[in-house]
Each structure stands twice: as C-alpha cells, then as structure tokens.
C-alpha cells in the first residue's frame, strides 16, 4: 500500500540548495485556505518560487493551500496556488519556528515582481 505524501516526508529540515538567496525576509499576516478550513500565520520569508509561513497548523508535504498574503508595501493583498513542500512542526525549546515551506504554484506576476522589489530596497538599505 503506497505511503501518502505526508507520511514519507513529514519533516525534511527545509531546502539544502541555495533557492534561499533570492529570499526575502519579512514578517507579514499571511491566510491560508485548505477546503472549508482557514487559518493565520506569519510569512517570515518569501522569494519568487516560494514562501516560509510560519505557523503552528501541521499540513503534510505535497498538499495544496490558497495562500492569502498582506504585504506591507502593496495595498491589496496578493492570492496564490501553493504546495506544501516541507513542515517544522513546533519543538520545546528549539529556536526555529513551528511552519511550512510553501511553493507557489500558479504564482502571480506581482508576486514575483513584489518579491524582488523587496529584495532590492533592502539590499540598497545595506549600502
């Protein structure tokens, strides 16, 4: 009987590739949907293929969520596909926050666009 998704690979400790050096930090109110079920979160990164969500909500790896995101530059917030790629579920005493690794899936343009504007007024801020 095959596994699901969610039981081969609950907890993989997050991207070993350098995917992360596009990433921006934030700290922005995130809604994800799943269903009829919905809950908050804190988007602690985001870059243009995907976003941390930090959240104590365990979703398995492979699922699907309509993430809602409130960026703190843009007025309206942003909507997009994900999937779950990993999860951190919550540990005493461990310095990491409790989330998920979300992939955008049918990312919108402005994400992206979004994403790299915040790269770039951050990384003029450094100079």
């Known amino acids: 009987m095959p596994v699901p998704p969610s039981e081969q690979r609950p907890y993989t400790g ?3 590739d350098k995917g992360r050096a596009n990433r921006v930090r934030l700290d922005a109110p995130v809604h994800l949907r799943r269903g009829g079920a919905s809950w908050s ?3 602690k990164d985001i870059g243009p293929g995907g976003v941390f969500v930090a959240t104590v909500r365990f979703l398995g790896v492979g699922e699907r969520v ?3 995101l409130e960026m703190p530059i ?3 917030p942003i909507e997009a596909l994900a999937e779950v ?3 951190r579920p ?3 005493l461990h310095d990491l926050p409790a989330g998920v690794g979300l992939r955008f899936i049918d990312t919108p343009l402005r ?3 979004l994403a790299n504007e915040l790269r770039r007024s951050r990384q003029r801020a450094a100079t």
């Open 14 to 16: 997050g991207r070993k």
């Open 90 to 92: 919550f540990m005493e």
């Open 111 to 113: 994400a992206a666009i």
């Open 41 to 43: 979160g804190v988007a």
């Open 66 to 68: 309509t993430l809602i």
């Open 74 to 76: 843009d007025a309206e």
């Open 85 to 87: 790629r990993w999860c």
